[in-house]
């Protein structure tokens, strides 16, 4: 059974200042690691998808890093509107399904 | 370029009482899958449609069915509702690439 554990539950920042949110999984098979931002009442917006250890990829202000047993999800000099709570998710090879962890809310105050 | 669309926003129903909820996936994109997602965790499979066949199923009882029109779009229908099915009902869709886009939700009370 695939397993997604995120850490901290939540994350309180001043603006400007950097951090990472850690996802640690366990997964048969690692098909593609994937980050969403989801806004209060709102469905998850994708971010980014990883498919194998060393890889990198970067949007504005966030960065996601892949290794063979945790993802992390850097975001630089954040501000107010990076308030969110971030999911991660994997899916496996012959599993169409993705497996979430519960999310860090992260808050960023002006 | 139309996103994932969900209808309604939001429904209120009694307990034991049926709904369906509605998804119109991504353009061109041809597999639908849906999720449960409880206050503060994260979102839980439900079942996946492909070519208007359920091609993988949670762990959810058979009160929850699903249907996928040859245009794609998808209805996912929960029978005999329990106050425990409260909750935000996400549609999601895919192609090729594996990578899920989430509808907005439908947010469901059951009193």
Known sequence: ?110 | DAGVTQSPTHLIKTRGQQVTLRCSPKSGHDTVSWYQQALGQGPQFIFQYYEEEERQRGNFPDRFSGHQFPNYSSELNVNALLLGDSALYLCASSSLSYEQYFGPGTRLTVT
């Open chain 1, 1 to 110: 059974e695939d397993q997604v554990t995120q850490s901290p539950e939540a994350l309180r920042l001043q603006e400007g200042e950097s951090s990472s949110l850690n996802c640690s999984y366990t997964v048969s098979g690692l098909r593609g690691l994937f980050w969403y931002r989801q806004d209060p009442g709102k469905g998850p917006e994708f971010l980014f998808t990883l498919y194998s250890a060393g890889e990198e990829k970067e949007k504005e202000r966030l960065k996601a890093t892949l290794t063979k047993k945790e993802s992390f999800l850097h975001i630089t000099a954040p501000k107010p509107e990076d308030s969110a709570t971030y999911l991660c998710a994997v899916s496996n090879f012959g599993n169409e399904k993705l497996t979430f962890g519960t999310g860090t809310r992260l808050t960023i105050i002006p």
